[in-house]
């Protein structure tokens, strides 16, 4: 399985942006599928996560009800829409698939499939 980021892109304080993942190789099964970011100099962060059924959804701690993740399994596709944008969001955002589902910083770790990153760069 090959994972596809984009939509990144260098946007101002305040506006909303799109990434999404596509997958490819195969059809996903019951991944579930979501984002990591990094900043320059800083780990890896969990941003967000969303089971295969969509049922289920995980943000991270930053995004404070600003992110909404969600996902099109008919296209193998992963979107996820960031409101109110600010600089402290700048990073690279990585998308990924697992088998089990994730929420956590740590289970980065334990990804199956990682996509090549998107940056996104909030100016201030």
């Known amino acids: 399985v090959q994972l596809q980021a984009s939509g990144g892109g260098l946007v101002h304080t305040g506006d909303s942006l799109t990434v999404s993942c596509s997958a490819s190789?195969?059809?996903?099964?019951?991944?579930?599928m979501g984002w990591f970011r990094q900043a320059p100099g800083k780990e890896r962060e969990f941003v967000a996560a969303v089971s295969w059924s969509g049922n289920n959804k995980a943000y991270g701690n930053s995004d404070k009800g600003r992110f909404t993740i969600s996902r099109d399994n008919a296209k193998n596709t992963v979107y996820l829409q960031m409101n109110n944008l600010k600089p402290e969001d700048t990073a690279v955002y990585y998308c990924?698939?697992?088998?089990?589902?994730?929420?956590?910083?740590?289970?980065?770790?334990?990804?199956?499939?990682w996509g090549q990153g998107t940056q996104v760069t909030v100016s201030s």
């Open positions: 990924a698939a697992s088998k089990e589902f994730f929420y956590s910083d740590r289970q980065a770790r334990v990804m199956d499939y």
């Open positions: 190789g195969r059809t996903l099964g019951s991944e579930t």
